[in-house]
T-cell receptor, first 110, second 113 residues
Framework: GNSVTQMEGPVTLSEEAFLTINCTYTATGYPSLFWYVQYPGEGLQLLLK?????DKGSNKGFEATYRKETTSFHLEKGSVQVSDSAVYFC?????????FGKGTRLHILP | DAGITQSPRHKVTETGTPVTLRCHQT?????MYWYRQDPGHGLRLIHY???????DKGEVSDGYSVSRSKTEDFLLTLESATSSQTSVYFC????????????FGPGTRLTVT
């Protein structure tokens, strides 16, 4: 079946550090891939997406590339800020159903 | 902003009482969803709707019912609340882009004592 696996958290980094949150997926065919972010006390917000192999999604300094050969969609940011502290969810959509990873909590220290 | 509101935002209720949560959207989206979010489980789909009076079950539908009598409103009812239904509930709509991404409301925190 379809599934999403993302790295366990929490991840703690200092401000201006490089961020990578790993996400791999299992799916038939070519799912669309997403990263969502959830700030404390809020709902999930769509951060970026990619709909086909080798697509790169980007937003607010975050990037992720759809890698079909490694079934991965890792989230990266070159220089994190305290305001990036949140929970990040990787997700895929296949056959009209969205499947989420369990989320990775990110703490950025000033 | 997909124009989604949820009410109430917080509720405390007693075991055995009925509870209804409301999701309201202003942009005429056809698909609407109810999820619950619990530590260690991520988001789990409860029910979804693909049009007025058209609904279907998700992976954790036991103990919940839904209704959609108007495009803009999707109601989630706990017929007899239990402590295991203490959770944060999110409503979502499906966007109209071809990739079917979903947009979420702000959530309702429900505590069943």
């Amino acid at each position: 079946g379809n599934s999403v696996t993302q790295m366990e958290g929490p991840v703690t980094l200092s401000e201006e550090a490089f961020l990578t949150i790993n996400c791999t997926y299992t799916a038939t065919g070519y799912p669309s891939l997403f990263w969502y972010v959830q700030y404390p006390g809020e709902g999930l917000q769509l951060l970026l997406k990619a709909t086909k192999a080798d697509d790169k999604g980007s937003n607010k300094g975050f990037e992720a590339t759809y890698r079909k050969e490694t079934t991965s969609f890792h989230l990266e940011k070159g220089s994190v800020q305290v305001s990036d502290s949140a929970v990040y969810f990787c997700a895929l959509i296949r056959d009209d159903k969205i499947i989420f990873g369990k989320g990775t909590r990110l703490h950025i220290l000033p | 902003d997909a124009g989604i509101t949820q009410s109430p935002r917080h509720k405390v209720t007693e075991t055995g009482t009925p509870v209804t949560l409301r999701c309201h959207q202003t942009e005429n989206h056809r698909y609407m969803y109810w999820y619950r979010q619990d530590p260690g489980h991520g988001l789990r789909l409860i029910h979804y709707s693909y049009g007025v009076k058209d609904t279907d079950k998700g992976e954790v539908s036991d103990g919940y019912s839904v209704s959609r009598s108007k495009t803009e409103d999707f109601l989630l009812t706990l017929e007899s609340a239990t402590s295991s239904q203490t959770s944060v509930y999110f409503c979502a709509i499906r966007g109209t882009g071809g990739s079917y991404e979903q947009y979420f409301g702000p959530g309702t925190r429900l505590t069943v004592t």
